[in-house]
């Protein structure tokens, strides 16, 4: 009888480590690595013949075994992921290690970028992620990626202001700023934070000629400068050109507002 006990323990020892070894954070990154690379290569040779039925296919796979991983592992959240960095997984991460945003290009487009992203949040020590497909395929909705996520506190409340880009065409591109929040344990997506002279937003936006910054080595971006609690965004001309001038908007204890140029 005692025998048979050891066995059955020594079996389910063996089973536990067997299953920790295939959720550890390497067989996770491996796994959605093997993915993206089904991905990388479809979009490759997506003119050939069935090869968008598989790009669409592993696209999803993609999408949902990335919204699992981040939702059921808590500690995805802070792990670097490298090799699906490499295979262009585009990754922020606010400083606070609360927020996190995932973003690829589903190479479905044409001519622009489809996007798919992940955001990840964690609320009293526990992870949980959305899949926001509802930005692509849909007239009016943006394609976007996130690049960057900043961290701003204010009256006891973080928000992430999180820089985007587009590009529609090789034409055509856009960028903007879109504000989140954890309240109550959900992401919220639209506090209001952002006062113009026709409202209060809770996101930037503006789309530019594309040409107008082809031969710039590098271009000015959506920035936010903690310290002076401003967000700086290039300023766009009347047609629709890139200029190197930046409009600014002041945190006054309730609103970013815009000052007078």
Known sequence: MKTIKLIVVFCCC????????QN???SIENDLLRILKKVNYYGAHKKEW????SLRKQ?????F?????TSKYPATINQSFISLIKERLVIATSADGLFRTYSWNTQLGNPGFDIYNVLQYKSNGQTASLLKMDTVGKKGNLSLWYSKIYTFTSNNKTYYLAPYNCIYSTAKAGQGLKIFTIDKGKLVGNPPLIKTPSGVYSQLHYDFDASSIADWKSYPTIYFDKSAQVIR???VDFNHKMTRKFITYKF??????KLKS
């Open 14 to 21: 063996l089973t536990s480590a067997h299953l920790f070894a």
């Open 24 to 26: 550890s954070p390497q």
């Open 50 to 53: 069935k090869a968008i039925d």
């Open 59 to 63: 696209n999803k796979i993609f999408a």
């Open 65 to 69: 075994k990335l919204k699992y991983y």
């Open 233 to 235: 965004t290039p300023l």
């Open 252 to 257: 006054t204890g309730r609103f970013f507002e």
